[in-house]
């Protein structure tokens, strides 16, 4: 999952909670020089987790989903 695809998501869902939502614009690493370097791929790996511990976490978007709702309120219908 890229920083992007994120951040689209959490937009699109603070919108549907009926909170304030910005669009995003995909930008390239180039694009946002910061002073510590930024590594090509920093996705997480949750095989550890899984294996050593038998873990295995939902997908992302359900939890997104859920800490919405406890931040801003469920869902309201249109």
């Known amino acids: 999952m890229t920083s992007c695809r994120c951040a689209e998501a ?3 869902r603070m919108k549907a ?3 304030r939502s910005v669009p995003v614009e995909p930008i390239t ?3 946002y020089p910061t ?3 930024r590594p ?3 996705e997480l790996s ?9 873990i295995v ?4 978007e359900a939890a997104l989903a859920d800490i919405l709702d406890r931040l801003i309120g469920p869902v309201t219908p249109a």
């Open 57 to 60: 976490p939902r997908p992302w």
């Open 29 to 31: 690493t180039s694009s």
């Open 17 to 19: 909670h009926g909170a």
């Open 10 to 12: 959490i937009s699109t």
């Open 46 to 54: 949750t095989a550890t987790l899984s294996r050593d511990f038998g």
């Open 40 to 42: 090509a791929n920093s």
């Open 35 to 37: 002073p510590a370097r």
